[in-house]
């Protein structure tokens, strides 16, 4: 009924941008980072999820914003067959997290805010990616990317 993918990847680029106070620094610690999903799809319409705990170094409040390098690249892919994606943003410091899946056309517009100053802020970053309900997904590797950008 279903095709098997042999695995599906999510990769994530992690850049930093500067805006505003002159004494203000973040950084993110171990970038570029990655989401391997090792769990394999074998049905219509099944689920796969995986995350990655970033690390943003930060001596001010901060905000984040997700974009992507070009339309698109949030989808989870390989050629032209495309898994149904979704995002969620999570942290000790990050009061507006979300509470829930995000689609991936909403998660690139987003802006989240960082709170305190802190050395070594855990920021979790999930990733879903959905099979097709009524058709077998091409097996193989998927992959997406998205640019996490701390501004202050």
Known sequence: MGAQFKRAAGALAVLLGAVGLAHGGASWVGQPYQISIPTHITQCGQSI?????MTLDHDTPCTLGVSVASSGDEVL??????????????????PDGDTGWVSSADFVTRVYTVVGT???????????????????????????????????
Request: hydrophobic fraction near 40%; avoid cysteine; charged fraction near 10%.
């Open 77 to 94: 892919r390989k050629g032209s067959a495309t898994l149904t994606t979704a995002y969620m943003l999570t942290g000790p410091t990050v």
């Open 49 to 53: 999820t995986g995350s990655v705990v």
């Open 118 to 152: 802190g050395s070594a802020d855990p920021i979790t970053l999930s990733v879903k990616g959905t099979a097709p309900g009524q058709t077998a997904p091409d097996a193989g590797q998927y992959t997406a990317a998205v640019i996490l950008t701390a501004y202050w």
